[in-house]
């Protein structure tokens, strides 16, 4: 009755809003982050494939006050830190896979004149990054825009919010940002419908806030079913994994990671992903909203993390895992 109970209660956080508050991002501070080892599989400790994954460790993580909650993107830059963003406007730096670590908690840079606005406006849920410049994108879900940061998040050079995402409705909306090869952006929508079904797809043929950068072309990804995307990334050979969810008052949050081929990406097109992962059952599950991507060796890392929505009785989850090597072998 208590499991039953909590998930209720994030129903009703979820579907009215968890956004109403007028809390202002952190000021910058120093935090230590708390990393407790966890099995793949709780019921098999001695587990380690999910699917064609190969699992390297897992970590249930907790910063100074609560620095570390609320993970909605993420990704890991050229020294091994981790840049987590939360969905309050912070980025969180740290070390992964130490049991303890000092790192640092950030706002994102404003605009003067948004410096003091509330809560809601920070809802950031999507980045994307240009290892050449160093710049990074982010999405904001509830005010409809993507701002784009210079290097290190040192400030906000611009910030735009184009039409087609404006007729999303709140909170439905860019869950999830990636930067092409080639400098154009995909992100996909929440909820919202596309052209061909399931969720729709803004395509951008180069920066999405320039405004040399003409209307995006809208596509199509068909998540499983009764899934919701909440997070892409491109792995490069043509592929791109998306993270979906799913919660349910049977089941709570649970999890699946499809691979999309992305070759042939045409406006109106419906992007299709095979499952290759289930987080559910004894597997370790949360609020999944989060991948990236990263090398040891030369070999390709993959990272998801939850978002426990600042609530106590959820967790942010850091799962580690080895990509299979078929990924990124030669495609005809």
Known sequence: MERIAAILVIFVLLINGRHVER????????????????PLDTSDPNRRMLGPLAYLGGWSLEGTGGDIGGVSSMRLDDHGDLLALNDTGEVATFRPGRASTPGVLMPLPAFSDEARDPKWHWDTES?????????TWV????????????????????????????AWPKPTGLESLVRLADGRF?????EYPGP???HDVLLFAGDPVSPATPAPARLSYQAPEGY????????GNGWMLVLNRRVTVVDGFTGVLTLVDIRDLKPGALLTGAVVARFAGSIQHDNLEALAMS??????????ASDDNHLFFQRSLLLKFAMPAQWFAPRR
Request: hydrophobic content about 50%.
């Open 23 to 38: 809390r202002l991002p952190q000021a910058p501070h120093a935090m230590v982050v708390t990393a407790v080892p966890i």
């Open 127 to 135: 980045m994307a990054h240009d290892p050449a410049s160093g710049k």
């Open 139 to 166: 999405g904001f879900e509830l005010n409809a825009r993507i701002c784009r940061y210079s290097a290190s998040f040192a400030h906000v050079e611009r910030c735009a919010s184009p039409a087609e995402m404006l």
């Open 186 to 190: 995909l992100g996909i929508a929440e």
């Open 196 to 198: 061909a079904g399931g």
């Open 228 to 235: 919701l995307p909440t997070d892409a990334l491109v792995i």
């Open 295 to 304: 090398r040891e060796a030369g070999r390709p890392i993959l990272w998801v």
